[in-house]
């Protein structure tokens, strides 16, 4: 990739509200580097997901303990809680094309020596420790990077619509991989899905070395300097349209996306269903997750009252999930969670990317996934050891309480600092419910 001389990318306006404008839900795709970009994250990301299934029921087969579950996740977050800021101020700093083949080979060679350790029938629990972890410390920078390197490729024009493929594409894999994963599972065993993993490390790795590095929007690269880190965080903090929604992204990747832990836990204990149910509840969460993405693509804006509106759908859904007292209906809602979870994320990082002044937005991204993904290692294990001791369904629904309740309050908080109020009056004989400026207020008494 070109980092030598070039115009940089004109500064992002610090809004969450970009030029309200629906496009062709899949423009970016016009691109031919994000085409490649593109095809190798659906190969890849099909991969993945089959080895986060494969991983959850090994461990669990190997244990039967939730709690043990929730530990191998929070190995996997642990690097990026730890050193995720540090990873944001590399990838300032560093070519991004590069930088992301060094990490896809890393987790490529991870997932072979699992399949190996797996496929030889010497594996221990200790081993899918250590490579979640190994996995976790190439996130640190392989996140960051991906999720600014999407800018470089389509520009400031498609960075909305590509940030929101992207959604779909993880998503979409979703839909493949559990359900390929439980088949293998079932069929020949675990390790095959780590294998099958491993190798599809290829296609990212191929699309990244096909690319015209000519056709690259350049950005010009932060220079090695101290107190880099500092600068990130002061930049953040000065923005409350940044900083609000990485909290209420922090508390819900904490609290609510705790899924490996309670779906293994349902299709285990609750409904006894075995290894195809638990393929079952994350495809259809997929589903759901996938709708949202492709909502997304079409949506003009990347308005906050739509990340509060949905942060609080979404809790209020797991909580009731909570309770299902069926298999199909607890199935069933499993695709609603799906719709608006992926909504939360992909309008908080859209605005937070558009947000942000394209030579911060290595550092702003880390810190939004380290908030996002690194909070999981202090929940997790919480979650884990609550579902072991009261149950599945109390574990889940403290996820969705704290969700929403973050959600309710940082809504609150937003609409104070934006001048905002409750409203709630009667409109054609329904309730209405909205914010408003509290000037409105004001005008109509002296009215």
């Known amino acids: 990739m070109s980092t030598g001389s070039g115009t940089p990318s004109a500064p992002a306006p610090a809004t969450t509200t970009p030029v309200s404008r629906k496009s062709s839900m899949f423009s970016s795709l016009k691109i031919r580097n994000y085409r490649l970009f593109f095809a190798g994250q659906v190969v890849s990301n099909t991969g993945t997901w089959m080895q986060r299934i494969a991983q959850d029921w090994l461990v669990l087969s190997l244990t039967g303990s939730s709690a043990a579950v929730g530990i191998t996740t929070a190995l996997q977050f642990l690097p990026m809680l730890l050193f995720g800021l540090y990873?944001?101020?590399?990838?300032?700093?560093?070519?991004?094309?590069?930088?992301?083949?060094?990490?896809?080979?890393?987790?490529?060679?991870?997932?072979?020596?699992?399949?190996?350790?797996?496929?030889?029938?010497?594996?221990?629990?200790?081993?899918?420790?250590v490579a979640a972890f190994a996995v976790g410390l190439a996130t640190v920078v392989d996140?960051?990077?991906?999720?600014?390197?999407?800018?470089?490729?389509?520009?400031?024009?498609?960075?909305?619509?590509?940030?929101?493929?992207n959604s779909a594409n993880f998503q979409s894999a979703r839909l493949v991989g559990p359900a390929v994963a439980g088949l293998m599972i079932t069929g020949v065993g675990t390790g095959w899905a780590f294998l099958a993993n491993g190798l599809s490390f290829a296609a990212p790795i191929a699309g990244l070395l096909l690319m015209r590095?000519?056709?690259?929007?350049?950005?010009?690269?932060?220079?090695?300097?101290?107190?880099?880190?500092?600068?990130?965080?002061?930049?953040?903090?000065?923005?409350?349209?940044?900083?609000?929604?990485?909290?209420?992204?922090?508390?819900?990747?904490?609290?609510?996306f705790n899924f490996p832990v309670?779906?293994?836990?349902?299709?285990?204990?609750?409904?006894?269903?075995?290894?195809?149910?638990?393929?079952?509840?994350?495809?259809?969460?997929?589903?759901?997750?996938?709708?949202?993405?492709?909502?997304?693509?079409?949506?003009?804006?990347?308005?906050?009252?739509?990340?509060?509106?949905?942060?609080?759908a979404f809790g209020a859904l797991e909580t009731v999930a909570a309770v299902a007292p069926s298999y199909?209906?607890?199935?069933?809602?499993?695709?609603?969670?799906?719709?608006?979870?992926?909504?939360?994320?992909?309008?908080?990082?859209?605005?937070?990317?558009?947000?942000?002044?394209?030579?911060?937005?290595?550092?702003?991204?880390?810190?939004?996934?380290?908030?996002?993904?690194?909070?999981?290692?202090?929940?997790?294990?919480v979650v884990g050891w609550i579902t072991d001791t009261y149950g599945?369904?109390?574990?889940?629904?403290?996820?969705?309480?704290?969700s929403a309740v973050a959600a309710g309050a940082i809504g609150l908080v937003l609409a104070r600092i934006g001048g905002l109020r409750l409203s709630v009056a009667w409109h054609h004989g329904h309730p209405r419910v909205r914010f408003v400026p509290r000037d409105r207020e004001r005008l109509a008494t002296a009215a």
């Not at 690259?216 to 900083?243: D, F, I, S």
């Not at 369904?393 to 704290?402: H, L, T």
């Open 87 to 129: 990873g944001g101020v590399l990838v300032d700093r560093l070519p991004k094309r590069p930088a992301l083949l060094v990490t896809q080979a890393s987790m490529a060679v991870t997932g072979l020596a699992l399949a190996a350790l797996t496929l030889t029938g010497h594996v221990q629990v200790w081993h899918v420790y």
């Open 213 to 256: 590095a000519r056709e690259l929007h350049v950005v010009e690269r932060a220079p090695r300097g101290k107190g880099q880190l500092r600068e990130g965080l002061r930049y953040v903090a000065k923005r409350p349209e940044l900083m609000w929604p990485i909290v209420l992204v922090g508390f819900i990747g904490t609290f609510g």
């Open 143 to 165: 996140n960051p990077a991906r999720q600014s390197f999407v800018s470089e490729m389509v520009g400031p024009d498609q960075l909305q619509n590509a940030v929101s493929l």
């Open 392 to 402: 599945a369904r109390v574990g889940f629904a403290a996820g969705g309480v704290v």
């Open 262 to 312: 309670w779906l293994s836990a349902y299709a285990d204990d609750v409904f006894d269903a075995g290894a195809g149910a638990y393929s079952l509840f994350n495809t259809l969460m997929a589903v759901g997750s996938l709708v949202g993405a492709l909502l997304a693509a079409r949506r003009g804006t990347a308005r906050l009252r739509v990340l509060i509106a949905a942060a609080l």
């Open 328 to 381: 199909w209906l607890f199935a069933l809602l499993m695709v609603p969670i799906g719709v608006f979870g992926l909504t939360v994320n992909v309008t908080a990082n859209t605005a937070v990317q558009m947000g942000t002044d394209p030579a911060m937005r290595g550092r702003v991204m880390a810190l939004f996934m380290m908030v996002f993904m690194g909070g999981t290692p202090l929940g997790a294990p």
